[in-house]
């Protein structure tokens, strides 16, 4: 792998201009992207390490990011339960058993995760020789993926999920502490196959109270970077919610912070160790704006973040699936050429 500007940033020592990925790169929104989608369902993508390989590839070689992340979804360990989940093109993620009750959880069967999520071992191998940037593997977090499970899908408003987390907690820690396991063992296989950082996802984390926050999402992304703190790979935390809960998302000494894009980049940098480094935040809606604006807002994040040795360009959540290629294009050639 050549020189990278994304892993000198995550370490805080990158003297060069600021590396860019975008969460959701490989997406909707390529229509290289959308042409495969016909011909294959998303779970077969996931699923057929071939497929996986060449939709990561895409971004890559269409813009040029300074990083990959690998294509599956945060969704594989609930599938690897077994709870019946689908995708749905206007739905989203479809669970058919959700959990209802604390019988519902024991009767989860017990998973050997190299053996349940072999192909994303296999997908990984697959696409390194293909690579001369580092690739992002990514999870769920255990609050997140609680989430989907209760509710049966997505949910704006986590109804179900917050009754019974705060109706019965102690069965509620007990699913969460099921899924950190299950998540330690998925990143430690992704690791050993070769990603160089991971990126964990806490999507619904905003739902959250403060206390709620420290006591349901918090303890249970400290427990999993823990673990993993003797494979000295970096991890970057991310969730909705990121600049509210940032100083305690800090406090798990995680080498980067990914943020929504409702603060303010300086006086994040400001109010957090230089040691942990920041990612994001541009908001994903700018891409529907013409050129010369995008290039006039990323051109101000750079600004703020000038120097800043600990820095990654990013987005404050995933690319929208109608975002214009030609947006993308701008947003990339503004970070790598500064112009």
């Not at 229509?31 to 011909?39: L, S």
């Not at 296999?122 to 509710?151: D, N, Q, R, W």
Request: net charge neutral; with cysteine.
């Amino acid at each position: 792998m050549s020189h990278s500007f994304f892993l000198d940033a995550l370490n805080c020592k990158n003297q060069a201009r600021p590396p860019v990925w975008l969460m959701r790169q490989a997406g909707r929104y390529m229509p290289q992207y959308r042409a495969m989608r016909e011909k294959y369902s998303f779970l077969d993508m996931c699923h057929q390490p071939e497929l996986a390989t060449e939709v990561t590839l895409m971004p890559i070689q269409t813009f040029g990011m300074d990083a990959a992340i690998l294509f599956s979804d945060i969704l594989v360990i609930p599938e690897a339960l077994r709870v019946g989940l689908r995708f749905e093109e206007t739905k989203g993620p479809i669970i058919e058993r959700p959990l209802n009750t604390l019988e519902d959880i024991q009767n989860l069967p017990n998973v050997h995760i190299p053996e349940a999520l072999s192909y994303v071992s296999e997908a990984i191998k697959t696409m390194l020789p293909h690579l001369k940037v580092p690739l992002i593997g990514f999870c769920g977090a255990p609050f997140t993926l609680a989430s989907y499970l209760i509710e049966g899908g997505s949910s704006k408003t986590l109804k179900k999920t917050k009754q019974w987390m705060l109706r019965e907690p102690a069965s509620f820690h007990q699913l969460l502490n099921r899924l950190a396991d299950l998540t330690v063992d998925y990143l430690k296989l992704q690791i050993e196959s070769g990603v160089k950082a991971l990126q964990i996802f806490d999507s619904w984390a905003h739902v959250l109270g403060h206390f709620q926050f420290q006591e349901f999402s918090l303890g249970y992304l400290k427990k999993i970077v823990d673990a993993l703190a003797s494979t000295n790979i970096p991890i970057i935390l991310f969730c909705r919610g990121s600049s509210v809960f940032a100083p305690s998302l800090a406090s798990l000494r995680p080498a980067a912070i990914s943020l929504d894009w409702n603060s303010d980049l300086k006086a994040v940098r400001q109010m957090l160790p230089s040691k942990i480094a920041l990612q994001g935040n541009l908001d994903p809606d700018i891409l529907y704006a013409p050129n010369p604006t995008i290039r006039q807002h990323v051109s101000q994040m750079l600004k703020d973040m000038h120097q800043d040795p600990g820095y990654i360009f990013n987005l404050g959540h995933g690319i929208h699936p109608d975002t214009p290629m030609e947006a993308v294009h701008t947003l990339v050639d503004c970070v790598q050429n500064d112009r």
